[in-house]
């Protein structure tokens, strides 16, 4: 198939201000986003990260107690490297989320909070595409996350919610899938791709555990492979792509 037979992804709309991002565990944003937040940051937009756990569960040679505190330190470091400076962590327990009102209870009151108009998320697709399995924990958040888009504009879904102090937020303008097989829009890459190889290294502990590879060897060309992958179908130009759900 030639490269003008393929559908070509969008830019991605930059009609907006502020950002929230929505996954699962520490390392999910960097494995592939981050390219597009420090573009985003260094425009002078706002992005605020929100994870579902501490990731206390993702390395086997160390216990949830250790592990959890070490994995959040460097998801607090990976995201001041593309300007995110709040993240957030909702403590539900690594592997075993549950999709279903309290997590969508928590993501709405999140979307209330930081009142975005752009959410982003990872993918919610039972695979990566083909025979790729995704991980129940990235399914449960992805889909808890576009549900939650549309519950925290509603004044009685959540009531509680709004007695706190959250009142609804109906400004979310669209939702963006990162990691979907199913892409439909893309960001340039290419600004923030060394600072998205530096912001996944933060996670060492996570790298050494995973791989046998140099940590920086490893970032480096697994960045530079998702980019480009995606580049075929956006001028040929490194990119970070998404599945945009309009709302």
Not at 46 to 67: F, H, K, Q, S, W
Not at 73 to 85: D, I, K, L, N, P
Not at 124 to 141: E, F, K, L, S
Not at 197 to 211: G, K, N
């Amino acid at each position: 198939m030639t490269e003008s037979m393929i559908t070509q992804l969008q830019p991605l709309p930059d009609d907006w201000q502020r950002a929230l991002a929505v996954v699962a565990h520490p390392d999910d944003l960097e494995y592939g986003c981050s390219a597009a937040v420090a573009a985003w940051t260094d425009a002078g937009r706002e992005v605020t990260y929100v994870l579902a756990t501490r990731g206390e569960a993702g390395i086997a040679t160390l216990d949830p107690a250790t592990c959890g505190p070490l994995r959040e330190r460097e998801q607090r470091a990976s995201a001041a490297v593309v300007g995110v400076g709040t993240v957030e962590f909702l403590d539900h327990r690594d592997g075993v989320i549950e999709y279903g009102l309290a997590l969508r209870r928590d993501i709405a009151a999140a979307i209330r909070r930081h009142r975005p108009e752009l959410v982003v998320t990872l993918n919610h697709r039972d695979t990566w595409g083909g025979a790729a399995w995704n991980t129940p924990d990235h399914v449960a958040v992805g889909r808890a996350t576009l549900d939650a888009a549309a519950d925290a504009g509603n004044r009685w879904i959540f009531p509680d919610l709004a007695e706190q102090g959250l009142e609804p937020w109906n400004g979310v303008r669209r939702v963006a899938v990162a990691g979907s097989s199913s892409p439909t829009h893309a960001v340039d890459a290419t600004p923030g791709l060394e600072r998205a190889v530096r912001s996944l290294l933060e996670h060492r502990s996570y790298i050494e555990a995973l791989t046998d590879l140099d940590p920086e060897v490893y970032a480096r060309d697994f960045l530079a492979e998702t980019t480009t992958a995606a580049g075929k179908r956006f001028g040929g130009i490194p990119a970070v792509a998404f599945e945009v759900f309009d709302r």
